[in-house]
């Protein structure tokens, strides 16, 4: 996933969509998951590397852009590696671990939306988002509410890859309505660097991409396995992604909570100038589809 012109991660992983025999190689690929973990080793020439192909430098770049999107996006805003360490790791992924990786996005987007709380840092005080993601239309809808501070940022929010809709309230729901109110909505454009708030719903519309990584390429760019952890009592992966290709040192900057079948739980990504990470949580409530407000143009 390269970044747009509007500074949004698009998906750049191969030249067109997958067909269904793609995506059915795809799932077996992680279904074998299951069965065993190993890594695979293959013969090669002398002075090769096992396991390695010889990628031009232009294709290499393309294939790894996808789920390295989102570390490029922590990277303009200041944001550092995740320095906690889960127990078992690290360590490079194993064929069966990139599958599930490079499938993790497209899973989002198979779906078409998600339940998501998003978690944002503040030194003042924090924010959390509540509310839901289509990514097919590449739009968020929920409702704000600070903590531990005043509540003048409570409210409903709608944000595009290029704006941000907010609606003020004094007693912000739990949940934002599933029709957004016809009236008292501002405008803005979503900033691509130093708010904390935008990076999040930046990285969280990142997280669903129209066709799967390049799963041979992530481990190539520093993508490794963590260990294994339980989310809402099931056992899940834990990995971080790749580097940028024009970004050295940014892998290991996000880290996922991926299912055996590519199904991704959580996302975590620390913020330098934040004392502590950006969360963002799937599936926390029902999915709501999303509504565009009154008086904006739908996205398709």
Known sequence: ??????????????????????????????????????????????GRP????????????AAVIGIAAVAVAAVAAFLVADGGSDAGGPRPLT??????????????????GRAVTITVPGTAG?????????YRRKVGYGVVHGTGRDRSSDGLIQ???ASVHVRPMTDAPAHAPASPPRSGWYDRPLLSSGSALDTSLTIALGLGGDRPD???????????????????????????GPSSP??????????????????????????????????????????VPVKPVPGTTPTR
């Open 246 to 287: 024009d970004r050295t040192g940014t892998a290991g900057n996000v880290r996922y909570w991926i299912g055996s079948d590519g199904t991704m739980y959580r996302v975590r990504v620390s913020v330098g100038s934040q004392p502590e990470p950006v969360v963002i949580v799937f599936d926390t409530h029902k999915y």
């Open 126 to 134: 924090g924010l959390t988002v509540t509310g839901s993601v289509d």
């Open 50 to 61: 096992a396991d390695r192909r010889r990628w031009p430098r232009s294709r290499r770049a």
């Open 214 to 240: 390049n799963a041979e390429l992530l481990p190539q760019n520093g993508a490794a396995w963590w260990g294994r952890e339980q989310v809402d009592g099931r056992w899940v992966d834990v990995m971080t």
């Open 159 to 161: 944000w595009t890859p």
């Open 95 to 112: 064929t069966d671990e990139a599958g599930q990786l490079a499938i993790t996005r497209f899973r989002n987007y198979q779906a078409q």
């Open 1 to 46: 996933m390269a970044w747009s012109a509007t500074g949004v991660p698009s998906a750049a992983a191969s030249p067109r969509r997958p067909d269904g025999v793609v995506i059915e190689r795809m799932n077996r690929r992680v279904s074998a998951s299951n069965r065993v973990r190993s890594v695979r080793i293959r013969q090669a020439p002398p």
